[in-house]
Structure formats: C-alpha cells, structure tokens
C-alpha cells in the first residue's frame, strides 16, 4: 500500500473527525465537541501553533493523522516539537502510516530549526512502541500530571 502525508485541508473534516474519534475511543477519552470543532479550526489556521499532517492511501482516503507544535526551551536557542496525537485506522497499522506521519513531522521539525521531536505514549501501547523503538530513543522520563 503506497502511503503519502500532506497537511490537512477543509475537505478533509469527515475523514480527520472519524479518525480523531477512534483516538479519543482508543485512549478512553471523551471530549466536549467545542474542543474537537476548535482543534480542527486551529489545524486549519498557520498562525494557531497547532499543525499537522494527514497519511493517505493510493485512493485518496485518510488512513492517519497526526497533530504537533512547536514551543520554546531553556536547553537549546530553536524551538522544540512536541508531537501531540498519532493515530493510524486499525486496516492501514502496520503498512507504514504511522512511520511516514513521524517523518512528515520529523521533517517540519528540522525546516523549523527545532533540535528533537519529542511525544508520550500509554505503557500498554505496545503495538506503537514496536514502531517508535524502531524510529526513536525510549527516554527514562516519566510524566506527571496536575490538573487545574
């Protein structure tokens, strides 16, 4: 299966809400719709901070979606990328979606002047850890959270 990446587009609403659906499912999270309609208006809009990318099969069909940005650190002078969600559909795992959104961001990162991307994933997500040994460095951090 022949995959390619490009940035999203207003035709691509159905497709990009379907996928970023089965991401909120697959975490067992559940959004307010506002949240949902105002991060793909912000994926849409260049000054926003929010980007991303779309995988697309031979057909045309979006087969994985990626958002990241792009935030400034005490540790070096360009930014750093933070690669937010990752989501390929359950048919397209295992073909190379996921792989090409990392380097469709990887790529940006670089044009960016950004020194590393950087993301989280759940412990259990084993199947995403075969492909992110692969193509990154497994950090020791781990994450704490506080909510306000």
């Not at 307010?32 to 926003?48: F, G, K, Q, Y």
């Not at 901070?49 to 697309?56: D, L, M, N, P, S």
Request: aromatic residues 14%.
């Amino acid at each position: 299966m022949t995959i390619t990446t490009r940035p999203f587009t207003q035709d691509d609403y159905e497709q990009w809400h379907g996928l970023w659906q089965g991401y909120l499912a697959y975490y067992k999270s559940d959004i307010a719709p506002e949240i949902t309609a105002s991060t793909w208006v912000r994926l849409l809009d260049p000054s926003s901070g929010v980007e991303g990318f779309c995988a697309v099969n031979a057909e045309g069909a979006l087969v994985g979606i990626v958002h990241y940005l792009f935030h400034p650190v005490t540790w070096a002078i360009g930014p750093r990328c933070y690669l937010e969600d990752l989501f390929t559909d359950k048919q397209a795992r295992g073909l190379g979606a996921g792989r090409a959104l990392i380097k469709a961001v990887s790529e940006a990162a670089k044009t960016a002047g950004a020194d590393q991307v950087y993301w989280l994933t759940e412990d259990y997500n084993k199947r995403a850890h075969y492909l992110y040994d692969k193509v990154a460095t497994k950090t020791p951090f781990i994450k704490y959270q506080k909510n306000i």
